[in-house]
């Protein structure tokens, strides 16, 4: 195997126990669970800014558009991204987030931008219940 593929595997499984681990859990989300988001997105970031500078900021395009499998990925992730923008969007805006700036945070970062968003509302969300 090589090392994307292991790297691949690796964050399949970390989603995989971070999923199931939210479904076994019967109590609400609380304080500092915020940080669970800002732990998976630091190492992501981190590992996006690493790509950057390594293959420039648009050397995915060439691949997304290459082939018919390279633009479901890219329709799936904007299906997904926009998904859970919507879900959280609600949550945010109680908590006195402005929707406006964090679509833009997430047009342009994607999911970093939205694990950011995630962990922010439910840290607000634990402030304003305390």
Same mark, same amino acid.
């Given at each position: ?54 293959? /420039? ?12 499998? /390279? ?60």
């Amino acid at each position: 195997m090589s090392h994307t593929e292991l790297i691949a595997l690796a964050g399949f499984a970390v989603a995989a126990v971070a999923m199931l681990f939210v479904t076994q859990s019967k109590k609400r989300v609380s304080a500092p669970v915020w940080l669970i988001p800002v732990l998976v997105v630091v190492p992501f970031a981190v590992w996006t800014g690493l790509v950057i500078a390594e293959e /420039g900021l648009l050397s995915f395009f060439p691949m997304l558009m290459g082939s018919d499998w /390279g633009l479901q990925i890219w329709f799936d992730r904007l299906l997904t991204v926009t998904a859970a923008f919507f879900l959280l969007q609600n949550r945010a805006r109680a908590v006195g987030m402005k929707s406006e700036i964090w679509v833009l945070v997430v047009i342009f970062t994607g999911s970093i931008g939205l694990l950011l968003m995630l962990a922010r509302t439910i840290y607000l969300e634990h402030k304003t219940a305390v």
